[in-house]
Protein backbone atom coordinates (compact mmCIF):
# COMPACT_ATOMS: atom_id res chain seq x y z
CA UNK A 1 0.00 0.00 0.00
CA UNK A 2 1.62 3.35 -1.21
CA UNK A 3 1.82 6.27 1.94
CA UNK A 4 0.37 9.30 0.40
CA UNK A 5 1.19 12.80 1.33
CA UNK A 6 -0.34 16.03 2.68
CA UNK A 7 -2.26 16.79 -0.77
CA UNK A 8 -3.31 12.89 -0.87
CA UNK A 9 -0.81 12.33 -4.04
CA UNK A 10 1.05 9.04 -3.50
CA UNK A 11 4.73 9.69 -2.12
CA UNK A 12 6.99 9.26 -4.90
CA UNK A 13 10.40 6.67 -3.25
CA UNK A 14 13.55 8.47 -2.65
CA UNK A 15 16.25 7.34 -4.48
CA UNK A 16 19.64 6.05 -2.48
CA UNK A 17 22.31 7.50 -2.53
CA UNK A 18 25.73 5.48 -2.45
CA UNK A 19 28.54 7.25 -0.45
CA UNK A 20 31.67 8.19 -2.56
CA UNK A 21 34.64 6.43 -1.06
CA UNK A 22 36.82 9.75 0.07
CA UNK A 23 40.22 9.83 -0.51
CA UNK A 24 43.13 9.64 2.88
CA UNK A 25 45.64 12.21 2.59
CA UNK A 26 48.10 9.89 2.68
CA UNK A 27 46.89 8.37 -0.90
CA UNK A 28 46.90 11.79 -1.97
CA UNK A 29 50.16 12.43 -1.18
CA UNK A 30 51.63 9.83 -2.28
CA UNK A 31 50.06 10.07 -5.36
CA UNK A 32 51.75 13.27 -5.76
CA UNK A 33 54.56 11.79 -4.77
CA UNK A 34 54.50 9.45 -7.95
CA UNK A 35 54.92 12.31 -10.34
CA UNK A 36 57.04 14.44 -8.25
CA UNK A 37 59.81 11.77 -7.91
CA UNK A 38 59.63 11.02 -11.72
CA UNK A 39 61.33 14.65 -12.14
CA UNK A 40 64.12 13.54 -9.84
CA UNK A 41 65.05 10.07 -10.68
CA UNK A 42 63.41 9.60 -13.69
CA UNK A 43 61.16 6.02 -13.76
CA UNK A 44 63.08 4.89 -10.68
CA UNK A 45 61.20 6.45 -7.93
CA UNK A 46 57.81 5.58 -9.26
CA UNK A 47 58.90 2.02 -10.12
CA UNK A 48 59.46 1.44 -6.57
CA UNK A 49 57.02 2.90 -5.09
CA UNK A 50 53.94 1.41 -7.32
CA UNK A 51 55.57 -1.59 -6.93
CA UNK A 52 55.32 -0.96 -2.89
CA UNK A 53 51.75 0.51 -3.10
CA UNK A 54 49.88 -0.94 -6.07
CA UNK A 55 47.94 -4.03 -4.10
CA UNK A 56 47.16 -1.69 -0.83
CA UNK A 57 46.45 2.01 -2.46
CA UNK A 58 44.07 2.11 -5.82
CA UNK A 59 45.21 5.43 -6.31
CA UNK A 60 48.84 5.24 -5.79
CA UNK A 61 48.32 1.86 -8.12
CA UNK A 62 46.57 4.43 -10.62
CA UNK A 63 49.18 7.45 -10.69
CA UNK A 64 52.05 5.09 -10.76
CA UNK A 65 51.76 3.67 -13.35
CA UNK A 66 50.77 6.59 -14.88
CA UNK A 67 54.03 8.65 -13.94
CA UNK A 68 55.61 5.17 -14.61
CA UNK A 69 54.50 5.11 -18.23
CA UNK A 70 55.39 8.90 -18.74
CA UNK A 71 58.75 8.42 -17.58
CA UNK A 72 59.73 5.73 -19.87
CA UNK A 73 58.58 7.70 -22.66
CA UNK A 74 60.64 10.47 -21.13
CA UNK A 75 63.76 8.25 -21.37
CA UNK A 76 62.86 7.35 -24.43
CA UNK A 77 62.76 10.16 -26.22
CA UNK A 78 66.23 11.10 -24.21
CA UNK A 79 67.62 8.28 -25.92
CA UNK A 80 66.55 9.36 -29.29
CA UNK A 81 67.81 13.02 -28.59
CA UNK A 82 71.00 11.52 -27.65
CA UNK A 83 71.09 9.28 -31.14
CA UNK A 84 69.95 12.18 -33.34
CA UNK A 85 72.30 15.08 -31.43
CA UNK A 86 74.73 14.15 -34.27
CA UNK A 87 72.16 15.78 -37.19
CA UNK A 88 71.46 18.48 -34.50
CA UNK A 89 68.03 17.85 -34.38
CA UNK A 90 68.59 15.61 -31.34
CA UNK A 91 69.13 18.84 -29.30
CA UNK A 92 65.60 19.53 -30.04
CA UNK A 93 64.44 16.95 -29.34
CA UNK A 94 65.94 16.72 -25.63
CA UNK A 95 64.77 20.43 -24.50
CA UNK A 96 61.07 19.50 -25.68
CA UNK A 97 60.98 16.55 -23.53
CA UNK A 98 63.09 18.23 -20.62
CA UNK A 99 60.09 20.66 -20.91
CA UNK A 100 57.74 18.40 -21.14
CA UNK A 101 58.83 16.31 -18.72
CA UNK A 102 58.70 19.36 -16.32
CA UNK A 103 55.53 20.74 -17.29
CA UNK A 104 53.54 17.85 -17.50
CA UNK A 105 54.64 16.28 -13.97
CA UNK A 106 54.32 19.29 -12.12
CA UNK A 107 50.12 19.99 -13.19
CA UNK A 108 50.09 15.83 -12.78
CA UNK A 109 51.63 16.66 -9.15
CA UNK A 110 48.41 19.46 -8.28
CA UNK A 111 46.01 16.97 -10.20
CA UNK A 112 47.08 14.26 -7.68
CA UNK A 113 47.14 16.55 -4.74
CA UNK A 114 43.41 17.29 -5.65
CA UNK A 115 42.20 14.01 -5.62
CA UNK A 116 41.93 14.20 -9.27
CA UNK A 117 43.06 11.14 -11.69
CA UNK A 118 45.55 13.01 -14.17
CA UNK A 119 46.20 11.03 -17.87
CA UNK A 120 49.44 12.32 -19.53
CA UNK A 121 49.18 13.75 -23.01
CA UNK A 122 51.64 12.18 -24.42
CA UNK A 123 53.04 8.86 -23.33
CA UNK A 124 53.30 5.03 -24.16
CA UNK A 125 51.12 3.13 -22.47
CA UNK A 126 53.21 0.40 -21.58
CA UNK A 127 52.44 -0.70 -17.63
CA UNK A 128 48.92 -1.40 -17.34
Not at 44 to 59: A, C, N, Q
Not at 68 to 75: C, E, G, H
Not at 86 to 98: D, F, H, M, R, T
Not at 107 to 120: Q, R, T, V
Request: charged share 15%; proline share 5%; with cysteine.
Amino acid sequence: MEQQNQSGQPEQAKPVETPIPQLSNDDKNLGMLCHLLGLFTSFLGPLVLWLIKKDTMPYVDYHGKESLNFQITIAIAYIIGGVTALICIGYIVILAAWLGNIIFSIIACIAASKGEYYKYPVCLRLVK
